[in-house]
């Protein structure tokens, strides 16, 4: 079944504590087909880690959760959306496995209890030679001292809760003599050591070594089943980055589907990237997409005065792209030391020398590589580039940079390991880091992003779409997922405050008197995700007020700037609790409802066009578990929240909803024509007179306009003036109010009822 769009759902188990199973997309089925979407697109659905909110933390990738229903659960699921035409889209995991907790998880038991003997010792990356004695270093303890605190309950381990095995045969003596004899060797967390390939710098997350055959297959078995049975039409690849070989992974992941699955990989592409057309799928997951269609609703005019706010505030905004390099760094040598000395025997290993600087030259040079990495065809030029650009910056790494490029030529291994460190740094600098000091407009602050650079131009964005249609019509679009920082709602609310920057001056100015945060910078970052999320009526319930308070400690932890996750400052931390208090208790809760008030016409203007973009530029989209209708969801864990499906049924049997007639319109006629839309190519159509700039057009075939009005804070109240658009010959129709239209149309009439048109011409 050709997948035309999908609407994802997070899948998770009663043990969770909001469960969401298979029995319950069931229940969906009929609503989601009213919708108009083709294809339900579930999270990882294998067996994870007892309680998982996410299904990430894959502890069995041979078996599907117990939890949502099992294999006979699922197979209900798929045979109910088939009945109804619908297909299934599902969410794998190759790059990790959950270790959190070593009991559920039997490949890595098994290794932990017979060590280089096992029978899946071959299936996880570890450091061997890491521990003098050839042990598995796993930094799991509060500290060194509590392995004294280990003691023997029958065939394992235990300390608390937790348990690790006994290699047969070495049980006997007290817990610390115990430990001494096994395969594995507790340590601290903090010594910021590890022995084996984590996802990222998650401890609870080991790298599986999917370039081995044995691995794929063992660990690919039940997603071939899926395919031989014809239960999933697609797969989703999370991370593939992380993995040894990518491109190569595809390949046989290819063979294993058939030549017909729809493949999308969660691939972060830099704006200046583009991915390889030789690896054998359908585009990425999308972030790329979301820049784009978010981005033409920032209003650029806002970007000297919003800058000026920050640099008021004493930070130098324009220091952000080095500031960018230094975190990268700061990254590699602090959080993933462990990674980067690995590489750096591995470099011993290879050339049978080393140099003092090799660690340092290693982090400085991954912090001049733009992307997440560097090995895929397409961009062979990066390396040697970030080479180029870091020793003319450090002249005195030169010469440690030559040893690791002569690792580089006669090492695999010291090149995959690059690779891999480089993407794990770039996601824990700029996402995880970055996006949370950054509070220029932080709407821009998203996956996939860049800061830096305020909006994407109408130019940019035509001309992305029409490669995308040419190369990736079959890549997947969205706007909100599982990991984005803020809701497509509350993003663009944000972006309303591009267009009027001196406004919002003036407002956090006088906030900053009334109600002063703790820090200024972290005033002006909480003040946009605030407004993002206020009630329009101006009623806080206590259910906000948690979540904005439970994103604030996150916010401030991830920024590391006072306070961080390892090393809480529980001072500024509840000073900056209080400052939240005193905001939804006093003057400034009246200001900001009148503010909001004020703006969320032209935020729900921006989006409407926003989502009807997603729906409709080239590219399959993906409609997020409620985004139908207006969220105000803020960065996990609060975007994975329970949806109120009755609420969304009501509104589609109504169809009074602004938002669920754009994405029910859109994902319909997507079914009615899909060769406009798969095939249809993307032109752009120029709007005349003096606001032409506020409004965004363009063709799908030669039967489907889309047209968004934007920056209508800045319209004048006199609206449109003369400002039309030209329509191609014929009669068209306007799928969202039913109105028929020839062109040149003027924009007024155009936008009469909604600040959106869905035009099709009869």
């Avoid at 919708?35 to 069995?60: F, K, M, N, Q, R």
């Avoid at 559920?104 to 890491?130: C, E, M, T, V």
Wanted: charged share 25%; aromatic share 8%; net charge negative.
């Amino acid at each position: 079944m050709t997948v035309l769009s999908t609407y994802r759902l997070q899948m998770r188990g009663p043990a969770s504590g909001e469960s969401f199973t298979f029995a319950d997309a069931e229940n969906l089925v009929d609503y989601l087909a009213d919708l108009g979407v083709t294809h339900l697109y579930l999270s990882p659905i294998l067996t994870a880690g007892e309680g998982s909110t996410h299904g990430y933390d894959v502890t069995d990738p041979t078996t599907i959760s117990a939890e949502l229903g099992g294999p006979e659960g699922f197979r209900r699921l798929a045979e109910k959306a088939r009945a109804a035409g619908l297909g299934l889209v599902v969410d794998i995991v190759p790059n990790h496995v959950g270790v959190d907790d070593p009991t559920q998880n039997p490949w890595w038991w098994d290794l932990l209890k017979h060590g280089r003997k096992s029978s899946y010792a071959s299936y996880f990356d570890i450091d061997w030679n890491l521990d003098p004695d050839g042990r598995i270093v796993l930094p799991v303890l509060g500290s060194d001292d509590d392995v004294a605190d280990l003691t023997v309950d029958g065939d394992v381990l235990r300390l608390g809760d937790r348990t690790w095995p006994i290699a047969p045969g070495t049980g006997d003596g007290t817990g610390p003599q115990v430990h001494d004899r096994q395969h594995y060797k507790l340590i601290g967390w903090r010594n910021n050591v590890c022995g084996y390939r984590r996802f990222f710098s998650i401890t609870s997350l080991a790298g599986i070594r999917q370039e081995d055959p044995a691995v794929f297959d063992a660990s690919h078995a039940e997603v071939k089943r899926w395919f031989d049975e014809g239960l999933v039409d697609g797969i989703r690849i999370d991370h593939p980055d992380g993995l040894s070989d990518p491109a190569g992974y595809l390949v046989r992941l290819r063979e294993l589907t058939g030549p017909d699955a729809w493949i999308v990989i969660e691939k972060i592409l830099a704006v200046d990237e583009a991915l390889d057309t030789s690896l054998p799928v359908e585009g990425t997951t999308g972030y790329d997409a979301l820049r784009e269609a978010g981005g033409v609703f920032i209003d650029p005019t806002g970007a000297e005065s919003l800058t000026a706010m920050v640099e008021s505030a004493g930070i130098v905004h324009s220091d952000f792209a080095a500031e960018a390099r230094r975190l990268k760094v700061d990254a590699a040598t602090t959080t993933l030391s462990s990674e980067l000395a690995r590489i750096g025997r591995a470099v011993v290993a290879a050339t049978g020398t080393g140099h003092d600087a090799l660690g340092i030259a290693i982090a400085q040079l991954l912090g001049h590589v733009g992307v997440y990495r560097s090995d895929y065809r397409a961009l062979s030029a990066v390396l040697p580039v970030a080479i180029s650009d870091t020793v003319a910056a450090h002249p005195e790494l030169a010469e440690p940079l030559a040893v690791l490029a002569a690792a580089l030529d006669s090492s695999d291994e010291v090149a995959v390991r690059l690779q891999q460190l480089c993407g794990a740094a770039t996601a824990k600098s700029m996402e995880d880091c970055l996006f949370y000091r950054d509070a220029r407009l932080v709407s821009l602050n998203e996956v996939g992003g860049e800061p830096e650079r305020f909006g994407v131009s109408t130019a940019e964005f035509h001309q992305r779409a029409a490669v995308r249609a040419a190369l990736w019509p079959r890549a997947m679009t969205t706007l909100t997922t599982h990991d984005t920082k803020r809701g497509e709602d509350v993003r663009a609310r944000i972006g309303v405050l591009s267009q009027v920057p001196s406004l919002w001056s003036e407002m956090v100015q006088g906030w900053q008197l009334s109600t002063p945060p703790p820090d200024p910078g972290t005033g002006l970052f909480l003040w946009q995700n605030i407004f993002g999320v206020w009630p329009a009526d101006g009623t806080v319930t206590e259910e906000l007020r948690g979540r904005l308070h439970g994103y604030a400690e996150k916010a401030i932890r991830e920024a590391a700037l006072h306070t961080t996750w390892n090393e809480p400052d529980e001072r500024f931390e509840s000073a900056v609790h209080t400052w939240l208090d005193a905001i939804f208790d006093g003057p400034v809760a009246v200001e900001m409802t009148a503010l909001v008030a004020r703006l969320d016409p032209h935020a729900r203007n921006d989006s409407l066009g926003q989502k009807l973009i997603a729906l409709t530029a080239p590219g399959i989209p993906d409609v997020y578990q409620g985004t139908e209708l207006w969220e105000d969801s803020l960065v996990d864990p609060d975007n994975r929240r329970a949806v109120d499906y009755p609420a969304r049924r009501r509104a589609l049997e109504t169809g009074e909803h602004p938002k669920l007639r754009v994405v029910r319109a859109a994902l319909q006629l997507r079914k009615e024509k899909p060769d406009t839309f798969l095939r249809g190519g993307h032109r752009a159509v120029l709007a005349a007179g003096e606001h032409a700039a506020h409004l965004v057009s363009f063709l799908r075939g030669d039967d489907v306009l889309i047209a968004a009005s934007r920056w209508t804070a800045r319209l004048p109240e006199s609206g449109w003036g003369d400002t039309s658009l030209p329509l191609p010959d014929g009669t068209w129709t306007d799928r969202l109010t039913g109105r028929s239209v020839t062109g040149p149309v003027r924009a007024a009439e155009l936008f009469t009822d909604l600040p959106v048109a869905l035009l099709v011409r009869t």
